[in-house]
């Protein structure tokens, strides 16, 4: 069975670059049946879609946060990161990883346990 | 964007008893293809939202029939026949129809 877990720091200083990878286990990003996504949720609020990448590399952004995501893959080591700049205290949010499949509009059905990324001076 | 709207926003329920959700859409969810791309998740404390109905009306595996999906176009409904004290937590609708993917604003259910 996939697993996905959410890594990197839990604290991040305001104007700083958040920074997190997603590894997989249990099955293989090249294997190109899934899109690998970043989703986030502020304390006791609601989902915020972040955007994929595929395993090519090919990426898609929330038009919301577009210009400070960057979403990249490592097929090597099976994760996949997410880059967010210029971080502001309403970034702070668990981050969650997660797929989808890659045929059609389908629907999240694994995701990691999520991080709590706090940005505090 | 599309934005999905939840009504109500909490929910006290009695266990035994019925549950209901409403989830609608600021465009229609029917692709060409027949299909309707709308999603419901339930988030326990604590946990990851975990998917519960895909396509409007189907079960995810392993969810239990007393959780049920209706709906068609832009208006969609979740409905629990029997509520049990596990199925706290918050509901989410979601759409993939279009990208970006949105959510729901989530709907608390808790046990009276």
């Known amino acids: 069975q996939v697993q996905l877990q959410e890594s990197g720091p839990g604290l991040v200083k305001p104007s700083q670059t958040l920074s997190l990878t997603c590894t997989v286990s249990?099955?293989?990003?090249?294997?190109?049946?899934?899109?690998w996504s970043w989703i986030r949720q502020p304390p006791g609020k609601g989902l915020e879609w972040i955007g994929y990448?595929?395993?090519?590399?090919?990426?898609y952004y929330n038009p919301s946060l577009k210009s400070r995501v960057t979403i990249s893959v490592d097929t090597s080591k099976n994760q996949f990161s997410l880059k967010l700049s210029s971080v502001t205290a309403a970034d702070t949010a668990v981050y969650y990883c997660?797929?989808?499949?890659?045929?059609?509009?389908?629907?999240?059905?694994?995701w990691g346990q999520g991080t709590l990324v706090t940005v505090s001076s | 964007d599309i934005v999905m709207t939840q009504t109500p926003l909490s929910l006290s329920v009695t266990p035994g008893q019925p549950a209901s959700i409403s989830c609608k859409s600021s465009?229609?969810?029917?692709?060409?293809?027949?299909?309707?791309?709308l999603y419901w998740y339930l988030q326990k404390p604590g946990q990851p939202p975990q998917l519960l109905i895909y396509?409007?009306?189907n079960r995810f595996s392993g969810v239990p029939d007393r959780f049920s999906g209706s709906g068609s176009g832009t208006d969609f409904t979740l409905k629990i026949s029997r509520v049990e004290a596990e199925d706290v937590g918050v509901y989410y609708c979601?759409?993939?129809?279009?990208?970006?993917?949105?959510f729901g604003p989530g709907t608390k259910v808790d046990i009276k």
């Open positions: 997660a797929r989808r499949d890659s045929s059609g509009y389908q629907p999240f059905d694994y």
């Open positions: 249990g099955g293989s990003i090249s294997s190109g049946d899934y899109y």
């Open positions: 990448i595929y395993y090519s590399g090919s990426t």
């Open positions: 465009q229609s969810l029917l692709h060409s293809d027949g299909k309707t791309y």
């Open positions: 396509e409007v009306s």
């Open positions: 979601m759409q993939s129809i279009q990208l970006p993917l949105t």
